[in-house]
């Protein structure tokens, strides 16, 4: 159980540092506005608005970690409505929400509402049309429709990064690409846990013990690593900024050289 909560809080910290280097490589695109681009210099996090979607593992520490680095998280879920704050949730009411959740194994409608937080029975996050800068997906499959993506771009939103598997439809995805300056596909943004499996396994092979921190640190170099790929191969295909296809494209060309590498392709 001590290992699962690990890899999920990995998964987690990933999404959240491919979104702040995705970010910070936003800053100097040179069609970016110049007031967009004094906002989100330095900590990219800080006093942004973020909508999270679920409240399991890879949520609450999604949500902690945007918290250490500044950012306003206004938004949790689960299948049977969401809790929001204009405000942004404070440290006491996430550790709340890990007692009810963790704990209690409790509904989110079990929160005290006041105090800044209101909930929404029936709705998902992409329901509301909460103003937002970054949308980061956590919940299930398909959870944002098309009908979503409209809601996150007329409210402002202009980062998504999937922390679930596929949680975006396929027409949602192509709005969002026309409207958002910034989509991290899942098989990039959720990666740092499979990713850091490969650090374990090194680890227990050379019989070493690395620390949480040392770890968090190999960690920000992967999920880095991952977007510069991603950057770099959109932008060799002249498909600057489309880090779907990015992502896609180097992750066929690693297997197509390793296959000719072994002998198996003539071309």
Not at 14 to 26: D, F, N, Q, R, S
Request: proline share 2%; with cysteine; glycine share 8%.
């Amino acid at each position: 159980k001590q290992w699962y909560q690990r890899r999920v809080a990995i998964t987690a910290g990933g999404l959240v540092y491919i979104t702040l280097e995705a970010m910070k490589k936003y800053t100097h695109y040179r069609y970016l506005a110049k007031e967009r681009a004094d906002q989100i210099s330095g900590n990219c996090f800080k006093d942004m608005k973020v909508l999270i979607s679920g409240s399991g593992n890879v949520a609450q520490f999604a949500a902690e970690k945007v918290m250490e680095l500044e950012g306003v998280v206004c938004s949790l879920s689960d299948s049977s409505g969401t809790l929001t704050s204009q405000s942004g949730f404070t440290r006491a009411q996430l550790d709340q929400v890990f007692q009810l959740k963790n704990v209690k194994r409790g509904r989110l409608s079990e929160m005290p509402t006041g105090a800044g937080l209101s909930y929404h029975a029936g709705k998902s996050v992409w329901q509301i049309g909460m103003p937002c800068d970054v949308a980061l997906p956590c919940a299930t499959q398909n959870e944002i429709t098309l009908e979503g993506a409209k809601v996150l771009a007329a409210n402002g939103c202009w980062c998504v990064a999937e922390g679930a598997n596929m949680p975006t439809t396929n027409e949602a995805v192509d709005f969002l690409k026309t409207k958002v300056d910034i989509y991290i596909p899942a098989k990039a943004a959720n990666a740092g846990g499979v990713a850091t499996s490969a650090l374990e396994m090194a680890q227990n092979s050379a019989r070493l013990f690395w620390t949480s921190e040392e770890v968090d640190e190999k960690l920000k170099g992967i999920m880095n690593n991952i977007f510069a790929t991603a950057y770099k191969t959109a932008q060799e295909f002249d498909r600057p900024w489309d880090l779907q296809f990015g992502a896609n494209a180097a992750g066929f060309l690693k297997v197509y050289k390793a296959y000719k590498a072994m002998g198996y392709l003539k071309f």
